[in-house]
Nanobody
Framework: QVQLVESGGGSVEAGGSLRLSCAAS????????MGWFRQAPGKEREGVAV????????YYADSVKGRFTISKDNAKNTVYLQMTSLKPEDSAIYYC?????????????????WGQGTQVTVSP
């Protein structure tokens, strides 16, 4: 079992920044990946970013590329999502995931575990 606890959500104005954190605990197997999804009311769940164990490879959705940065602190078993230049359309509940990496034309992370979600609200 892996437990994921997210934090760092909040409300900001457009153009602002937030950093989300996801602390993992439990059985952290090697060769894992972690990622972030988001979902807004009435919209499909969207994969946002992925990072492999060790942080050697990342993937970003086109909608956030150049604005968001995913990183890891392996000593703390924590993944971060630094979000800058936030837009109202970034408003959503953000979920941290832990799973297995795979490549289907790009780096993917098949989730096995999900965090509880943290709300991000960006006002215009």
């Amino acid at each position: 079992q892996v437990q994921l606890v997210e934090s760092g959500g909040g409300s900001v104005e457009a153009g602002g920044s937030l950093r989300l954190s996801c602390a993992a605990s439990g059985y952290i197997w090697s060769g894992n990946c972690m990622g972030w999804f988001r979902q807004a009311p009435g919209k499909e769940r969207e994969g946002v970013a992925v990072i492999v164990a060790g942080g050697g490879a990342t993937y970003y959705a086109d909608s956030v590329k150049g604005r968001f940065t995913i990183s890891k602190d392996n000593a703390k078993n924590t993944v971060y999502l630094q979000m800058t230049s936030l837009k109202p359309e970034d408003s959503a509940i953000y979920y941290c995931t832990f799973g297995r990496p795979w490549y289907g034309g790009q780096l993917n992370c098949a989730p096995n575990y999900w965090g509880q979600g943290t709300q991000v609200t960006v006002s215009p």
